[in-house]
């Protein structure tokens, strides 16, 4: 704990941070603010705490890895998983990821546009992904909370996960994971307009 | 189109410094040149998910956002139940934008009667309206105005800590409560009313209603719906929520899955697993540590199906509600587009609070927005309103109250889509500078309007987080807008 408020004190990171920063919205950094503890446990620690964890989400860099999100820097081979996500639009991104990486966090760190709107707490069905299919069937059965979620989210597939529950492993090793295109055009009766 | 002018400004013959740029006549320093100004009306998800998504796609426009509240984020503080709390972690994210540079909050602004649209509309490039649905349908039967009567949106602002719904004080004095509805919203009153308080009282729900909730006599809970199992609007984690709530049984009925495991097996994924669960809760005996469970609970919970309200029962001096009659329906069709057909026999059932949870509903804000007063949303295509140019909606405003925050959140971002491709196809024109916020402050000054700061919103969450740590809380939430706004300004 002591160390890292050094750091960031070092840092010099402020409260104000729509000051201190540039674009937030654009800096990969911005898109770690997937806390693993949630709000809720800020706001059980009470106010000082939000301050701590918006600066922890900034403190989070390659060299400073947070455990949920990858065990090691050292570029050892043995520990490295190729992913590629599919944003919205088709374009593929390729992502150099270690076992252990997850894939909510990992997109964040990419600056790939998955949200995460209940930080990995399996209340919502935002982080939602498609996964490809040679890799679908060797990931771990979702857990009944998982597919409860998954039951709410638009578009839901075959091959339909929450990014949030899934964790890299060696023979995920060129997995591909597909962001649901948002479909245009809502109607309150449920109708779906032909596409054009 | 703005282009930078190293000589002279036109009209004051004054040589402008290097970095500043005129557009027309106006003179801008180069960070507003021409930027494209957005107003944002509701700062619920809809609204901050929309700000989320321009902000990002385009690094020179600034988005304001106007509340009536002097506090941020909609439902997701107003309406997401007090057990839920995950679900509102996405605040941080909300946070984050409102913090932006480019982003401002405007909170204590009633925009209809503080400003009006047309105003907005003149002041900004874009105007999207995302206020949501502050209403409710009513049920449209007599006695539905009685005490004891009130709409889940009311029920829920009470416990939720709404201002305006602070003065319900619901009698829970009472055995029997029905809900009638059969959705997520039916679901978390049921939850609030049967939870133990023990639970509640780690939450941010409202003292008041906790000490309410720790009085109540309310030990039966029947969720009536017009329809059968196979149409309820609720989704699988609430129902298990149900299932799994502690010092509480089921007592479903058995003859309502009568055919519905042949229908089993056609069904999408999610109707598929929630039917089942349904059914197992209904027919399946319990292991003998759940019999055990439930032999020693002491509230109870039911869904009731095929039954519509048709009158309301009041006592003999017609002040408060002693039950329901409901007409008893038959299914015509199957699925989702099964209707409900009365046969002609009715039933009623005794209860001593009734809270009707059929749908929010929005209401217009504007004689000058268009309204589609039967679906109660303003027409629109992929968000542009009807008709009116540099104009959208965004949320349930756009498509209807029904939906969970990852629903509105795609509804968001396909606003904002249709709001940047028009900035570039020049069917909003961003080459004119509008003044945006620097006008509407002006006019909201005159009108005696102080708008609260997303600082001056940190203050009261400050307040309501430190307030809760007392009691073990995560907040203790402020629950007038005088004290709100005393706060805000201290």
Known sequence: MAASAAVRSSMGLTFRLSRVMPDCNTCPLNRLKSCVSGAANVQRRGSFDSFRTINRNLQTSKGLYHSEEGSSNAEDPEDVVNVVYIDRSGKRIPVKAKVGDNVLYLAHKHGIDLEGACEASLACSTCQVYVSADHFDKLPEPEEREDDMLDMAPMLQENSRLGCQITLTRDLDGIELTLPKVTRNFYVDGHVPKPH | ACVPRTAVNVTQGVALKPGLFTCGNTVADSFSICSPKVCIVGSGPAGFYTAQHLIKARQDVEVDIYERL??????????????HPEVKNVINTFTLTARNSRCSFYGNVNVGKDVSIEELQQAYHAVVLSYGAEGNRRMGVPGEDLAGVYSAKDFVGWYNGLPSCQELSPDLNCETAVILGQGNVALDVARILLAPTDILKKTDITQPALEALVQSQVRRVLIVGRRGPMQVACTIKEFREMVNLPDTRPEMM?????????????????????????MKTALEIPSEKEQERQSKASRVWAFRFLRSPIEILANPDNSRTVGIRLAVNRLEGSGDGARAVPTGEVEDVTCGLLISSIGYKSLPIDPSVPFDSHKAIVP???????????????????????????????????????????????????????????????????????????????????????????????????????????VARK
């Open chain 2, 254 to 278: 058995a003859d309502d899955f009568e055919g519905v495991k042949e229908a089993l097996k056609d069904l999408p994924r999610p109707r598929k697993r929630l039917t089942e669960l349904m």
């Open chain 2, 380 to 486: 629109n295509n992929m968000g542009r309103v009807q008709h009116t140019a540099g104009l959208y909606c965004s949320g349930w405003l756009k498509t209807g109250p029904t939906g969970v925050i990852a629903t509105t959140m795609n509804n968001s971002f396909d606003t904002a889509r249709s709001v940047v491709e028009d900035m570039e196809s020049g069917t909003v024109d961003v080459s004119a500078a509008r003044p945006g916020s620097q006008s509407i402050s002006g006019l909201l000054e005159e009108r005696g309007v102080k708008p609260v700061t997303f600082s001056n919103w940190e203050k009261i969450d400050s307040l309501e987080m430190s307030r809760g740590e007392a009691s073990g809380k995560p907040r203790e939430k402020l629950l007038t807008v005088e004290e709100m706004l005393q």
């Open chain 2, 70 to 83: 002097p506090v941020p984020f909609g439902l997701v503080r107003f309406g997401v139940a007090p057990d």
